[in-house]
């Protein structure tokens, strides 16, 4: 599922984030949005998502402009995760895996063999089958990561936007959410955004790149020419440097010593 941005503005307050962003994202592809707090990674993706409007600019989704797409059937369509997930009451993982299968429910909304089936199917691909009895009250914070996560895939939707999926994980864990995702990408041709702080994940796992500055410059492409040492150093404010071990690249501080 294909997502066009046209002359996208993001302003918070009277700071313009983004001025003026065209972009299309095909089917297939994995995109990571990067950039220093503030510069605009969740209201992006909140706009991506269609729970906010940009100052200026439009979204479509399939050529569709987003706005006019039905509640259920952009539900469908598109899944969304949020940075942070508050849970009001007990329930099981299994449980709170399936409510991300409500836009397919009918008749009375109880979930079919086919809903509980992808719950589980989710839940094994993050390693959390034996996790589908726990209460997730009772999980860490890097434990109902993977659950979100879980529910997120678990919704089968064309479109994944994902707020900071690797928050709260480990680095074994954060690398299987990122093969998860491009599995997702390359099997199921999904759409996959996410924003993310770790540079060098996003250019092992991402095929394409967004750096914002949060002063409205915005550079979009493939990731190994969006996450460079120069853009990345403006973007961010501080010098980095690529470093080179064999076919193994990483961006690193560039620190002096006194």
């Known amino acids: ?16 984030l983004i001025d ?17 707090n503030g510069a605009g990674k969740t209201t992006l993706i909140n706009v991506l998502a269609g729970l906010s409007r940009p100052a200026s600019g439009g979204v479509s989704l399939d050529g569709r402009a987003l706005a006019s797409w039905r509640a259920g059937d952009l539900a469908r369509a598109r899944a969304l995760m949020p940075q942070a997930t508050h849970d009001a009451f007990s329930a099981t993982v299994l449980d709170t895996v399936l409510l991300n299968r409500f836009p397919y429910l009918t008749g009375w ?18 390693g959390l ?15 109902r990561q993977r659950v979100a996560l879980a529910a997120t895939l678990c919704q089968n939707a ?16 954060q690398i299987d959410c990122l093969h998860a995702l491009r599995h997702a ?20 796992f ?38 080179r071990d064999g076919e193994h690249e990483a961006l690193v501080p560039s620190i002096h010593r006194p």
């Open 158 to 173: 064309p479109l994944l936007l994902l707020d900071e999926p690797l928050a709260h994980l480990d680095l074994h864990h």
């Open 109 to 126: 909304g109880w979930e079919s063999d086919d809903d509980r089936t992808a719950a589980r199917a989710a839940l094994d691909a993050l």
């Open 20 to 36: 003026g962003l065209t972009q299309t994202i095909a089917s297939g592809e994995v995109w990571c949005i990067a950039g220093p």
């Open 185 to 204: 990408a390359q099997e199921h041709k999904h759409t996959v955004i996410f924003s993310c702080h770790d540079l060098n994940l996003a250019r092992h």
């Open 129 to 143: 089958a034996s996790f589908a009895s726990r209460d997730v009250l009772t999980l860490s914070g890097g434990e």
């Open 1 to 16: 599922m294909s997502l066009h941005l046209d002359g996208i503005v993001l302003r918070a307050g009277a700071r313009t």
């Open 206 to 243: 991402a095929t394409h790149a967004l750096l914002l500055d949060g002063k409205g410059s915005a550079c979009a492409g493939l990731v190994a020419d969006v996450l460079t040492p120069e853009r990345a150093s403006a973007a961010f404010g501080y010098p980095l440097a690529l470093i």
